[in-house]
C-alpha cells in the first residue's frame, strides 16, 4: 500500500512555470488542485497559466526557433542532447510512478516501467539523428542536380492529455526536438507532473533556453496558444470534440495539425477461434489505466449463434478482477481519473439499460470501496450498434458485446462508426486476419489481441485524427520538404 512519501507530487516548482529556460512566476496566483484519483484528495497544485504566460511562453521558444542555435544544430548533435534527456528520465522511475498513479488510477505497478519507456522513445529519436535521409540526392526532370531536404516545421504547441501524459509527451516532444523544432508542452490540470519532470530535466542538462517551455492551462487560455500566430504546428491528443475545434483553428491560419482523438475500436471473433481465449485475451487488456485507453477494444463482435457464450466467458472473466487502490500489488484495476468521468460512465451505464442492452456483469460502484473514483469491470450483451453506449467513447471499462449474423455484417459493424483508431481480429487463420484486416477502416490491426505499436506508427483514420505518432511515421509532421535545383552541384548534392 501507499505509505504518505508516496502519495505525494515530486515536483520541484509546482507554483511556477519554465519559460525561456528558467523558472518563472505566473501572471496570476491561482492554481489547480491536483486530486488523489483513489482517496479522493488532493495531493498537488500547480500554477495556472493566463493570456500573459502563453504570449511569454510563444515568444521564447519563436525566439529559440529564430534566433537560437537548437535548429542550427546538425540533427546527430540534437540527438547528444536527446539521450542526456532519455538519462534523467530514467533516474525519475520511482517520482513518475507515483505520480501517474495518483492522478489517473493507473496501477503502480505498471507505472513502475513508464520512465524507461519515455528514456527509450528519445533514444529511438536521438538513433535517427544519424539514420534518417535529412538530405536526398535527386536529378531533376530537366537533369539538373537535385536536393530533397527535410528541415523543421518551427515552434510546436504540444498538447498532452490526462490519461498517459508522460508517454503522449514523449513522442510529441522527441520528434520535434530531433527534427530541429522548439516546443511549448501545455499540460492537463489533472495530471500536470510528468510535464513538469519533463521542465526540470531541462534545467537539469541546461538545454538551451526556449527550446522547451512547459505550463498549465484551462481550456479557455490553451485555446489562445492554438490561436497564437507565433504557433507554426500543433501537436493534441484527446477528445474528437476538441480534436475538431483546434483543426478549424489551425485550418483557419493554416497552420500545421496533428490530431489524436477518441476510438470506439471493434474486435471481431471469427468462428473458428475459441470464445474462451478470446474472453481471456480481453479481459486482460480491458482493465489497463481502467479502460481509460483511447484504443481500448470496447466492441466485441461476435456471431450471434455464440454469443451467449461469449458474453458469459467475457463476464466471468472481466468482472472477476480485484478493483482496488492502485498502489495496492493485490489490485487488477484503479480508480478512474476523475469524479467527472465516473459521472459520465455512470450516465451512459443507465442510458444503454435504458436503451435495452443486457447488462452481464458490473454497471455500479465497488461495495468494498467507500471513497475514490471507482467502478465495477462492466459487460453489456446484445448491444445494438446503433446505440448510445456502442457509438460514444466511453473511455472507461465498460465493454460492448454484439451480435453478427455473418463475418460480412460484422467487418460492416465493425466500419460503421465516425472512429477508426485500434481493432483487433480473432482467428486461427492468419490469411483470414489478413483478409478481414484490410477491410477494417482502423489505423492498427491486430491478431488474436489488443495490439499497437508507436514505435511503427500510432493514429486513425476518420474522427480518429489526423496524421500519426511514433516511429519514422511520426518524425514527418515535425518536418517541412525543401527542394532545391541546382544549375551545377554543391558538395552535398554530390
Known sequence: MATAATRRGHVRNPRALFIGGIWVEPSAQTTFDVVDSATEEV???????????????????RQAFDAGPWPRMSPVERGVWLNRLADAWEARSEALADTWALESGVLRSLSLHAAKGVAEVFRYYAGLGES???EEKHTSTMGQPALLVREPVGVVAAIIPWNAPHSLMAYKVAAAL??????????????????????????????????????TADRDVSELLVRNPGVDKVSFTGSTAAGRKIAAICGSRIARVTLEL???????????????????????????????????????IVSAKRHDEFLDALSSAFGS????????????????????????????????????????????????????????????????????????????????????????QAIEIANDTIYGLNSTVFTNDPERAYAVGRQ??????????????????????KQSGLGREGGIEGLHPYLEAKTMIFESAPRAAL
Open 43 to 61: 495531493f498537488l497544485a500547480v500554477a495556472e497559466a493566463q493570456a500573459q504566460d502563453i504570449d511569454d511562453a510563444v515568444a521564447a521558444a
Open 132 to 134: 534518417f535521409a535529412w
Open 178 to 215: 530531433i527534427a530541429g523544432c522548439t516546443v511549448i508542452i501545455k499540460a492537463s490540470p489533472e495530471a500536470p507532473a510528468s510535464p513538469y519532470f519533463m521542465a526540470e530535466i531541462c534545467e537539469e542538462v541546461s538545454l538551451p533556453a526556449g527550446v522547451v517551455n512547459v505550463l
Open 262 to 300: 477518441g476510438g470506439k475500436s471493434p474486435a471481431l471473433i471469427l468462428d473458428d477461434y475459441d470464445v474462451g481465449k478470446a474472453a481471456t485475451s480481453i479481459a486482460r487488456y480491458a482493465p489497463l489505466m481502467t479502460g481509460q485507453v483511447c484504443s481500448s477494444l470496447t466492441r466485441i
Open 321 to 408: 478482477l480485484k478493483v482496488g487502490d492502485p498502489f495496492d500489488p493485490e489490485s487488477q484495476m484503479g480508480p478512474l481519473a476523475m469524479e467527472r468521468q465516473r459521472d459520465r460512465i455512470e450516465s451512459l451505464i443507465a442510458q444503454a439499460k435504458l436503451e435495452g442492452a443486457r447488462l452481464a456483469t458490473g454497471g455500479g460502484r465497488p461495495s468494498h470501496l467507500n471513497r475514490g473514483y471507482f467502478i465495477e469491470p462492466t459487460v453489456f450483451g446484445n448491444v445494438d450498434n446503433n446505440s448510445t453506449i456502442a457509438r460514444e467513447e466511453i473511455f472507461g471499462p465498460v465493454l460492448s458485446v454484439i451480435p453478427a449474423m455473418s463475418e460480412e
Open 440 to 461: 477494417l477502416r482502423a489505423g492498427t490491426v491486430g491478431h488474436n489481441g489488443f495490439k499497437t505499436d508507436f514505435g511503427i506508427a500510432f493514429g486513425g483514420f
